[in-house]
Nanobody, 117 residues
Framework: EVQLVESGGGLVQAGGSLRLSCAASGFTFDDYAIGWFRQAPGKEREGVSCISSNDGSTYYANSVKGRFTISRDNAKNTVYLQMNSLKPEDTAVYYC??????????WGQGTQVTVSS
C-alpha cells in the first residue's frame, strides 16, 4: 500500500520555525521527485517546494525562497521541509506528493501549520 504521511505541523508564532516530515512507503522512493504543497482556507493549492529524485535539485516558490529548505533522506524514505522565519501567511495545510513523471501520483493527507501574529 502506497503511503505518504506528513508530520511536524503545529502552532507557532511569527518568526518561528517548524520542520515538516514526509514519510513514504509502498513504492520505490528513490525514483520519485517529492513536492510540498499548501492550501489555505479559501485559496487554491500552491506548490511550495520540490526536490528531484536523482541529483537533488530543488525548487522553491518565490514566497518561501530563502526561508524554507527541502531535503531528502533516501535511506529513511523521508523528505523534510525546514521552515524558518514563518509568517502568518504561511498558515495552511501542507501536503507532500510524489511523482515519477510529469504529474504527481501519490499524495499525503496533510498536516496543519498555523502561524500566529
Amino acid at each position: 500500500e502506497v503511503q505518504l504521511v506528513e508530520s511536524g505541523g503545529g502552532l507557532v508564532q511569527a518568526g518561528g520555525s517548524l520542520r515538516l516530515s514526509c514519510a513514504a512507503s509502498g513504492f520505490t522512493f528513490d525514483d520519485y521527485a517529492i513536492g510540498w504543497f499548501r492550501q489555505a482556507p479559501g485559496k487554491e493549492r500552491e506548490g511550495v517546494s520540490c526536490i528531484s529524485s536523482n541529483d537533488g535539485s530543488t525548487y522553491y516558490a518565490n514566497s518561501v525562497k530563502g526561508r524554507f529548505t527541502i531535503s531528502r533522506d533516501n535511506a529513511k524514505n523521508t523528505v523534510y521541509l525546514q521552515m524558518n522565519s514563518l509568517k502568518p501567511e504561511d498558515t495552511a495545510v501542507y501536503y507532500c506528493a510524489a511523482k515519477i513523471g510529469g504529474s504527481y501520483d501519490y499524495w499525503g493527507q496533510g498536516t496543519q501549520v498555523t502561524v500566529s501574529s
